[in-house]
């Protein structure tokens, strides 16, 4: 809580300054802080996670969300960092996906922004693409999230090490 206190009160100090400037460029840096500062309670809320998950006290909470809030999120929060790269972020969404689910959407939003977020740290140029199709079975929606890019990849003997705590691969190439 301590460190939650201070980035909140950056945060609405600054939505303050969106709602009460009436110059462009002003807003426009406001909005660039304010994503800042999204990001960086997402990397706060990150460490909390891996400490409750390492101590047994994590847990799922679920209630009903709507996917295109989600989607719509992601996007503004990975676009910024994209678009600084020269990258094209793409989001290839199923027209025939319901809206409404019942989950955990945050600790969804949480994996798929770690995913998209190093998609766009290891690629240089090109593009980084979430592609989301659903299988419907019965009243239950099941939902099928990749994400593909154009960086520089994971050697095929490194793979299985992606369910290990906190790797690194080939550090040559990722040490840039």
């Not at 809580?1 to 009436?22: L, S, V």
């Not at 290891?122 to 659903?134: D, F, P, Q, W």
């Not at 999230?145 to 960086?151: C, E, H, M, Q, S």
Request: glycine share 6%.
């Amino acid at each position: 809580h301590e460190i939650r206190t201070p980035i909140n009160a950056i945060i609405g100090m600054n939505e303050m300054i969106i709602r009460e400037t009436k110059e462009n460029e002003i807003r426009q840096y406001a909005h660039d802080v304010k994503d800042s500062s999204v990001l960086l309670m997402n990397i706060v809320d990150e460490i909390l996670d891996s400490s409750k998950i390492e101590s047994g006290k994590m847990e799922i909470v679920e209630a009903n969300y709507k996917i295109g809030s989600l989607l719509n999120d992601l996007y503004n929060m990975i676009d910024v960092k994209a678009e600084e790269k020269g990258l094209k972020l793409l989001f290839d969404i199923d027209d025939n996906i319901p809206n409404e689910y019942y989950g955990d959407d945050k600790r969804i939003r949480q994996v798929l922004l770690n995913i998209l977020t190093n998609g766009v740290k290891y690629t240089n140029k090109g593009s980084v693409t979430l592609r989301l199709t659903c299988s419907i079975d019965g009243d239950n929606a099941i939902l099928h999230y990749a994400v593909k890019d154009t960086g520089i990849g994971i050697k095929a003997e490194d793979i299985e090490k992606i369910y290990e705590d906190f790797q690194r691969f080939d550090m040559s190439a990722n040490r840039n």
